[in-house]
């Protein structure tokens, strides 16, 4: 069956640190995987798209990498901030290429 | 200012109701997506629609049913065939040339059964 695969444990780390999120998935082969931050209560917001054929995507303090033979896409966010504490989503293009299919999330907590 | 709105924030549900949730953006954006969030879940697509009179559904349709008769609305009605209807409910949006494409979410609607 095809899924997609989350950390489903809170992420704690200092502030200062890098923090690393995974995101897993079997059964897809997508041309496109996205990141969305979410805050409690509040709609997703956008943050990364990287393409298959792209092995590494940059954006301020924000880094994702993208590696289709290990099926797995990874999260940094670098020297974090206890501002950067939400939940973390991955989305895969998927169904043909006609819609977005989300892991459940990483719950990441900044502390000072 | 450009963006989605969705309303209400809470909505109560009784047995055997129909309840219509609103979406509207301003963004000029082709396609619409309405999703379910169920705690400790992803989102999960109910319908979505790529252009105006046409949409299709998602991954957990039954017992939900949408329009989309202008292209900036996008409504969702939760009929008393839903039996599980209480989860926070998410409108998005995106240009249309695809689902590569971004997509811009609203604030949300809490569902809720009384």
């Known amino acids: 069956s095809q899924k997609i695969e989350q950390n489903s444990e809170a992420l704690n780390i200092q502030e200062g640190k890098t923090a690393t999120l995974t995101c897993n998935y079997t059964n897809y082969s997508p041309a496109y995987l996205q990141w969305y931050r979410q805050d409690p209560g509040r709609g997703p917001v956008f943050l990364l798209l990287i393409r298959e054929n792209e092995k590494e995507k940059r954006k301020e303090r924000l880094k994702v990498t993208f590696d289709t033979t290990l099926k797995q896409s990874l999260f940094h966010i670098t020297a974090s901030q206890p501002a950067d504490s939400a939940t973390y989503l991955c989305a895969l293009l998927t169904g043909g290429g006609n819609k977005l299919t989300f892991g459940t999330g990483t719950q990441l907590k900044v502390e000072l | 200012d450009g963006g989605i709105t969705q309303s209400p924030k809470y909505l109560f549900r009784k047995e055997g109701q129909n309840v219509t949730l609103s979406c509207e953006q301003n963004l000029n954006h082709d396609a619409m997506y309405w999703y379910r969030q169920d705690p400790g879940q992803g989102l999960r697509l109910i319908y979505y629609s790529q252009i105006v009179n046409d949409f299709q559904k998602g991954d957990i349709a039954e017992g939900y049913s949408v329009s989309r008769e202008k292209k900036e609305s996008f409504p969702l009605t939760v009929t008393s065939a839903q039996k599980n209807p209480t989860a926070f409910y998410l409108c998005?949006?995106?240009?249309?040339?695809?689902?590569?494409?971004?997509?811009?979410f609203g604030p949300g609607t809490r569902l809720l059964v009384l």
């Open positions: 998005a949006s995106s240009s249309g040339n695809g689902p590569q494409e971004t997509q811009y």
